[in-house]
T-cell receptor, first 115, second 112 residues
Framework: DTGVSQDPRHKITKRGQNVTFRCDPI?????LYWYRQTLGQGPEFLTY????????KSRLLSDRFSAERPKGSFSTLEIQRTEQGDSAMYLC?????????????FGPGTRLLVL | KQEVTQIPAALSVPEGENLVLNCSFT??????LQWFRQDPGKGLTSLLL?????REQTSGRLNASLDKSSGRSTLYIAASQPGDSATYLC???????????FGPGTSLSVIP
């Protein structure tokens, strides 16, 4: 297994356009997380899935953001009507919940720039 | 509401020095604490995870300690190397089903 992958790695879009990001977790990891990170800050939680169920969604996530994880495998994060304030690094992480703890493994991120 | 802070925000040391990075959290009721490393423009790499019942974890030149009662964790790096230069973040989780909350990170620069 090659770890968590994200696609695309970079995205430049114009304000008002919709964008979709994909995350492929480590196989058999039942949890998948989305974070947003801006320069000089730690990652900010957006949402997470346990298998295909979306268990929590940050209040910071406006209704322009939606995430899915069909069949508990890969996940997509869609941002509709993008705004300049959406420019950030979007990180995905996966983990396996178990008695030995829950180490999160991160993907390389998708850097979004909204012009 | 859980808040995580890290001090210092930036640190520059000469190669070979031992150093300590600090992480503080306001709510001591945590499930686990994890230390990560992040290189510029990259994702995060997990370094150490400490369960709430544990006091410390070690991996190579890294040692992380946890004192829940005081809401503190430290990451000790022995014999620092230029390759250790990165941002180090700590993150806490309240319960198994809760979200992870990150600190802002400490930017470390090890000078050859």
């Amino acid at each position: 297994d090659t770890g968590v992958s994200q696609d695309p790695r970079h995205k430049i879009t114009k304000r008002g356009q919709n964008v979709t990001f994909r995350c492929d977790p480590i196989s058999e990891h039942n949890r998948l997380y989305w974070y947003r990170q801006t320069l000089g800050q730690g990652p900010e939680f957006l949402t997470y899935f346990q298998n295909e169920a979306q268990l929590e969604k940050s209040r910071l996530l406006s209704d322009r953001f939606s995430a899915e994880r069909p069949k508990g495998s890969f996940s997509t994060l869609e941002i509709q009507r993008t705004e300049q304030g959406d420019s950030a690094m979007y990180l995905c992480a996966s983990s396996l919940d178990g008695i030995w703890g829950e180490t999160q493994y991160f993907g390389p991120g998708t850097r979004l720039l909204v012009l | 509401k859980q808040e995580v802070t890290q001090i210092p925000a930036a640190l520059s040391v000469p190669e070979g020095e031992n150093l300590v990075l600090n992480c503080s959290f306001t709510d001591s009721a945590i499930y686990n604490l994890q230390w990560f490393r992040q290189d510029p423009g990259k994702g995060l790499t997990s370094l150490l995870l400490i369960q709430s019942s544990q006091r410390e974890q070690t991996s190579g030149r890294l040692n992380a300690s946890l004192d829940k009662s005081s809401g503190r964790s430290t990451l000790y790096i022995a014999a620092s190397q230029p390759g250790d230069s990165a941002t180090y973040l700590c993150a806490v989780k309240k319960t198994s089903y809760d979200k992870v909350i990150f600190g802002p990170g400490t930017s470390l620069s090890v000078i050859p």
